[in-house]
């Protein structure tokens, strides 16, 4: 999830911090990729294909690429997996009403008896179809709130254009239309969005190894790692687009490559800091204040990045904010903003243990059997060979 926020925030305050940069100008740099960021978006291909274009790509540019694997699911980051878990289930919910809406729509019961027209063309009927059925929130928001569904009815019942609908339709037509796009675009972020299983991960680091590509096993997060690696001079780069790798102190991000890997977004921490006027740990403070996935509360109530990086310029940091005299005010206001927020379940300390926390995060390393002369490929310390690895689960 990373930081809510921060990287449209960043677009919109400081956009200088972003530079698009071709990747063929970084031969002979070596780059981590956080492995589970792009796999979920390999559906069109396969996990497996999709990584092995992914090198290729990289490796015309003269880069050398080193996977970096989620491992296990840490502990300040269960209450996230729960979130994520129901969200996920929420949008199957909504998928499946969606459906039960359509199906009754393509029923031969869903016409309208006294004039045989599809309830498509009377809104009344609609409304009636809708009332036994638990509406998902986004075709709610269509019928009640997007001015797509106005009725103006004369006292024969007949429907007139909505005023909002073009080409004179009315506005129930509109709705349905909606109803189909979205499940049809369901349907296909559905098949694009399948993750990957325990052995799509087997053969992914199967055929790294086979191919001399260098991977990490990390402890817990995949870009704490990257950014360990990145800091230690492992490697050059951490290709993710997970703004948590900006907390987790990495040196320069390439995010958002495109599908052939020749253009990339390259964003520099020092700069970031630069921009905002603070320091490392502020930044991490800030992070944590407008929301990080290590916090049950996801952040402060009502305060994102703009807010966030007044406390810390005004307080230093958390800590002069809840312990401090200047920030108990702040505190007195969030209370009366939020009164039912438990400050005490905001736990910045721990969460700010894990941004900070730098022991070594490999798990498992299995370096490529021949260093290259192109970059700071393969890893430190000694590595354990693929037979000995305990495959993580796909995170949620």
Request: one cysteine or more; a neutral charge.
């Amino acid at each position: 999830m990373g930081v809510v926020g921060l990287w449209s925030f960043l677009r919109k305050k400081h956009p200088g911090v972003f530079t698009t940069v071709n990747l063929s100008t970084l031969a002979g740099k070596s780059v981590a990729i956080d492995f589970a960021i792009y796999a979920w978006r390999m559906g069109d291909v396969g996990v497996v294909e999709g990584v092995k274009r992914q090198v290729r790509h990289l490796q015309s540019h003269g880069m050398v690429p080193t996977y970096v694997f989620d491992g296990p699911k840490q502990a300040a980051k269960v209450h996230e997996h729960r979130r994520r878990a129901a969200a996920a289930a929420a949008l199957q919910v909504n998928a499946h009403q969606r459906r039960a809406i359509l199906a009754e729509l393509e029923a031969p019961a869903a016409q309208v008896p006294e004039d045989g027209a599809p309830i498509g063309c009377d809104l009344r009927a609609l409304a009636a179809l809708v009332e036994h059925l638990a509406v998902p929130r986004d075709v709610a928001v269509a019928l009640d709130e997007a001015d797509a569904v106005r009725l103006q009815a004369g006292t024969d019942g007949a429907l007139a254009p909505a005023p909002s609908a073009p080409s004179g339709r009315v506005g129930v037509e509109n709705v349905i239309d909606y109803i189909v796009r979205r499940e049809a675009a369901q349907v296909k972020a559905d098949e694009k969005r399948q993750g990957y299983t325990p052995g799509d991960l087997e053969a992914v680091m199967a055929w790294l190894q086979a191919e001399g590509v260098t991977y990490h096993v990390a402890c817990a997060e995949a870009e704490q790692l990257a950014s360990q690696l990145n800091r230690q001079g492992e490697v050059d780069f951490v290709m993710t687009d997970d703004s948590d790798a900006l907390p987790f102190g990495a040196v320069a991000i390439l995010r958002r490559p495109d599908t052939a890997h020749t253009r990339a977004e390259l964003v520099r921490t020092a700069e970031v800091r630069a921009a905002l006027g603070i320091t490392q740990l502020q930044l991490v403070d800030l992070c944590i204040a407008c929301g990080c996935d290590f916090t049950c509360t996801r952040g402060l109530p009502n305060v994102g990045p703009v807010k966030a990086l007044k406390l810390v310029q005004q307080h230093g940091s958390l800590d002069g904010l809840f312990d401090g005299l200047s920030g108990q005010g702040e505190l007195a206001a969030l209370a009366r903003r939020a009164p039912d927020f438990d400050l005490a379940a905001f736990d910045y300390k721990a969460a700010r243990a894990v941004f900070q926390d730098d022991r070594n995060q490999a798990a498992i390393s299995v370096p490529s059997p021949t260093k290259t002369a192109c970059g700071p490929s393969g890893g430190r310390g000694s590595a354990k060979r693929a037979a000995a690895v305990t495959h993580p689960e796909p995170a949620a």
